[in-house]
């Protein structure tokens, strides 16, 4: 794979450094989409029932177990390439932030220690009612919700649903990393759910060179100063070649 010396450089040079990473990142992981695309969950569940807050009230025990097998799911499989570059990254610029639209955690899985859940992630709940964090436990073996141990009112899965706003503490520290990069490289988005899709605009107009690795043209292809046209699996690790010259990631 080929790349220009202009995006090599950048890379190199770069002390600050946002990773964007949405659906297509995850889905090479075997992870289905939630949100887009024909293999998108919401193809063949209703997600007015799984994942709005109307449905959760409506029947608590059936979305909590439609979770758990989700849930169930994710545990066999692991982070893949795309992931791991985007860890080892951490050793190569003085601030490294993983912004994500993912909720499955594999970037911590991997080893990214600074990472931005938009969405919120699989891997905590919360409670109904106030809205009480406890992380999830995967070792469970009961389908059985559980309740809150503060205050009693059951549990639900801390991911963002339909209808539901961003966390607004996790939007204002993605702001202000997208304001405040050298570079930005957007991975595996869609592009189309906003308000997330504003901020490679906002990195781009504070000065800072936009990547965008996605096998499909975006809204983003006009701004971002270089498109890579593959999957994240293919581009990451070879970048990271053409970059460092090494292939130390794995
Ligand atoms: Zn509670």
Known sequence: MKFEQTLIEKLRQAQRIVFFTGAGVSQES??????????????????????????????????????????????ALEPNAAHDVI?????????????TQNIDGFH????????????????????????????????S????????????????????????ALPDEAYDQAEIASFNCDVFI?????????PAANLPYNASASGAYLIQINPNATDLDETA????????GVVMPALWQAVWGNTDFI
């Not at 100063?225 to 994240?232: E, R």
Request: glycine share 6%.
């Open 108 to 139: 911590q899985k991997a080893g990214s220690q600074s990472v931005i859940e938009l969405h919120g992630s699989l891997t905590m709940d919360k409670c109904r009612a106030q809205g009480h964090a406890i992380e999830h436990n995967f070792n």
């Open 225 to 232: 100063h270089c498109n890579l046209y593959d999957n994240a």
């Open 87 to 99: 860890a080892a990254w951490q050793d190569k610029a003085q601030e490294v932030t993983v912004i």
């Open 186 to 194: 957007c991975i595996g988005c869609s592009m189309d759910i906003y």
């Open 30 to 75: 075997g992870i289905p989409t939630f949100r887009d695309g024909l293999t998108s969950i919401w193809q063949h569940f209703d997600p007015e029932l799984y994942a709005t807050v109307a449905g959760f009230d409506n029947n608590p025990n059936k979305v909590w177990e439609w979770y758990w097998d989700r849930r169930q799911a994710f545990k």
């Open 141 to 164: 073996t009961s389908k059985q919700q559980p309740s809150c141990t503060e205050c009693g009112s059951l549990l639900r899965p801390d991911v963002v649903w339909f209808g539901e």
